[in-house]
Nanobody
Framework: QVQLVESGGGLVQAGGSLRLSCTTSGRTDSTYIMGWFRQAPGKEREFVGGITKTHNRTNYADSVKGRFTISRDSAKNTVYLQMNSLKPEDTAVYYC?????????????????WGQGTQVTVSS
């Protein structure tokens, strides 16, 4: 049982930047595989990127490589999604998700805990 709380969503112009935060609570002495997902209206939830429990290795969807960066601040139990060079097609509800274990899956069904989602809207 962990709780994920997101913040940082909003409206931004194309080409701009936005940083999302996801803070976990409810457990101590534990770290999680963290993933970011997004879902646009009428589309399936898709993997954006994730970060591993150790060494903070990251993986990204091809659509965001070079523009988005995921980082972890373990002391604050917080994972960040830095989004740069935003495009209108990035508009979606963004979710952070967590799973225990050791594998960074890209499938949403593999994640046990989810944040409430935060709206990101990129205007052209």
């Amino acid at each position: 049982q962990v709780q994920l709380v997101e913040s940082g969503g909003g409206l931004v112009q194309a080409g701009g930047s936005l940083r999302l935060s996801c803070t976990t609570s409810g457990r101590t002495d534990s770290t999680y595989i963290m993933g970011w997902f997004r879902q646009a209206p009428g589309k399936e939830r898709e993997f954006v990127g994730g970060i591993t429990k150790t060494h903070n290795r990251t993986n990204y969807a091809d659509s965001v490589k070079g523009r988005f960066t995921i980082s972890r601040d373990s002391a604050k139990n917080t994972v960040y999604l830095q989004m740069n060079s935003l495009k209108p097609e990035d508009t979606a509800v963004y979710y952070c998700a967590a799973r225990d274990g050791s594998i960074l899956f890209s499938g949403a069904k593999k994640y046990t805990y989810w944040g409430q989602g935060t709206q990101v809207t990129v205007s052209s």
